[in-house]
């Protein structure tokens, strides 16, 4: 997508990224990589017995990490710039579990464009689905920052 055509597309759909396995191997990877290493993330028989979810979930912030990735599948942007850079959000829910083995996948749309110093501003609305699970597991406004 060009600059316009997000700017045209503001509110709408932009795209729909792959699905992804979020193995427990990749769980566990990133509980090893932020030290947190949570029962609920790592230990998949206690997770089943003892834990509301039925098991071994991945942690928020994993599927936060994995927006950049997600991201990019679903919307090609196609601007000439310098650098892209993750400003933050503006909102960051996480209504339900991704349970360890399930597959996730992300659904883009622009919120807003903006003229920033030295680029523009991009308030990506972005849901995070859990295949076969009426509830997201992630709803965020992601703000992206271009610079020419």
């Not at 792959?18 to 990877?29: C, M, R, Y």
């Not at 919307?75 to 000439?80: A, G, H, P, Q």
């Not at 209504?95 to 308030?123: C, F, H, L």
């Amino acid at each position: 997508m060009q600059i316009e055509e997000v700017k045209g597309s503001i509110g709408r759909e932009a795209g729909v990224s792959e699905w992804l396995a979020v193995t427990p191997d990749l769980i566990h990877e990133f509980a090893a990589l932020t030290g947190d290493r949570q029962w609920i993330h790592v230990d998949a028989e206690r997770a089943r017995r003892e834990s509301p979810f039925g098991g071994a979930v991945a942690h928020g912030f994993l599927t936060v990490a994995l927006l950049s990735r997600l991201v990019s599948q679903a919307v090609d942007l196609r601007i000439e710039c310098k650098m892209r850079v993750n400003y933050g959000f503006n909102r960051l829910r996480f209504p339900a579990p991704v349970p360890a083995g399930a597959r996730i996948r992300a659904r883009v749309t622009p919120n807003a464009v903006r003229e920033v110093k030295g680029g523009i501003e991009i308030a990506w609305g972005v849901v995070v689905e859990v295949e076969n699970q009426t509830k997201p597991a992630l709803a965020a406004e992601w703000l992206v920052r271009v610079y020419a």
